[in-house]
């Protein structure tokens, strides 16, 4: 008797066990490596859902296609943060970002309204940047890493910029430094994830910033296997096909001096101690460097923007861990070649293209984009940013985010790009 609950207990623990391992691999791999462990058929990546007959399998198939659609229609009546929400302190209705003088000279807000009153689709300027990007991405002569590869095979943890608003059915790919606070507070209003003293939010500027990046306000793709398992992958299928998918894009030299300039001309304990004290080590020669920002920048130790060039440009710096959000590009963010956007907007038309979206989505009269963010991290800068990049760096440089320029239609940077 003694052997027999022995052998039971020990069966039970194996298998929570195994659990505990299938749950682990694919949240880190995928679906697409646990297909290639099995015997079921892999999945083309974005084909048409599968529809009924031609054996057992195919009928399972329409079966579970039938569910996820049931699934699907009961989640676009509540919002997809199911359960309690958490509540947070209220916040006077005239807030707006605080920033100090330094903050403010930096990042370049500019709270001012402007008039963006235009047609569905100005000189059908979203159909051509759709269209180039659906060509490019069907031209065989045109490669990148990544390219090739299928909606299934992006492992779960790439998939963590993808933020879904089931209430109106939206999917947003957020790009660091291109208005993503801005996006994500209308993300949050759209999906009402999140409430104060138990109303959801209604103007965007009243949400706290600190609560605008809390991966824990957004559902995400990437969060979809705990919440629906082996169904995670067809249903985010599912919502792809449905959805209205959008992202915004910026040129890719001005993206990095101005993910630069945030990142390590303001005091940031966190990239401070990740980032900038092995650039100052590794590109400065520096030693004994300060444990905090604070003493780094009292003594005059910042990283210098060639030491971050370097950084970029160095074949170590990935293999220890992939890039950064804020310096990634954005093809490896939105995977735009497995996704298609039914929206590209770009941080140069930002008013235009936010209007344009907003009446897309028929939001527009109840939501508007808050006042516009006037960039001074201008395209004109570049040739005095990188006048002290040697030459080789910059065309090395330009080859690393070369796919996003010719993608989202930015024209080559000849001017940096010879003598």
Not at 213 to 237: A, E, I, P, V
Not at 398 to 419: N, S, T
């Amino acid at each position: 008797m003694t052997k027999t609950r022995l052998f039971r207990l020990w069966l039970v623990l194996g298998s929570v066990f195994m659990v505990l391992l299938i749950i682990v691999y694919w949240d880190n791999v995928g679906t697409a490596h646990f297909y290639l462990q099995t015997s079921f058929p892999r999945p083309h990546p974005l084909e048409p859902l599968p529809t009924p007959g031609h054996g057992a399998e195919k009928e399972f198939t329409s079966d579970v296609d039938a569910f996820l659609q049931k699934l699907l229609g009961g989640s676009l009546k509540q919002s997809p943060l199911s359960g309690k929400r958490p509540e947070q302190p209220s916040v006077p209705a005239s807030s707006r970002p605080g920033l100090s003088n330094a903050e403010e000279s930096v990042r370049g807000y500019d709270w001012s309204a402007r008039d963006t009153q235009q047609g569905p689709d100005p000189g059908g300027q979203q159909a051509e940047r759709r269209s180039v990007l659906r060509g490019l991405c069907a031209n065989a002569s045109f490669v990148f890493p990544t390219k090739e590869r299928s909606f299934d095979d992006i492992p779960n943890y790439e998939l963590n910029h993808l933020i879904v608003d089931d209430r109106h059915g939206v999917i947003y790919c957020y790009v660091p430094k291109v208005a993503c606070t801005n996006w994500k507070r209308v993300m949050i209003v759209l999906s009402e994830s999140l409430l104060d003293r138990g109303t959801p939010y209604r103007d965007p500027l009243d949400i706290p910033r600190e609560y605008v990046h809390n991966s824990s306000t957004h559902l995400t793709f990437n969060k979809f296997w705990r919440r629906y398992g082996k169904f995670s992958r067809h249903l985010m299928k599912i919502k792809l096909k449905k959805y209205t998918k959008f992202l915004f894009v910026r040129d890719p030299f001005v993206r990095l001096i101005s993910a630069f300039r945030s990142k390590f001309q303001l005091e940031n304990e966190e990239f401070y101690r990740k980032f900038a004290v092995p650039m100052l080590k590794m590109y400065a020669n520096r030693t004994g460097l300060p444990a905090s920002v604070s003493e780094a920048f009292s003594a005059g130790l910042k990283v210098s923007f060639a030491n971050f060039i370097q950084y970029l440009l160095d074949p170590r710096t990935e293999k220890l861990a992939p890039f950064n959000e804020h310096w990634r590009q954005v093809h490896r963010l939105c995977h735009p070649c497995q996704i298609d956007y039914d929206f590209v907007g770009k941080l140069e038309t930002l008013d235009q293209d936010a209007a344009q979206l907003l009446r897309l989505l028929k939001v527009d009269k109840v939501l508007h984009f808050p006042p516009s963010y006037r960039n001074r991290t201008a395209s004109s800068w570049e040739e005095d940013w990188f006048a002290t990049i040697p030459l080789a760096w910059r065309q090395q440089l330009y080859k690393l985010y070369e796919a996003d320029f010719v993608l989202f239609g930015y024209p080559k940077p000849e001017h940096l790009l010879r003598d």
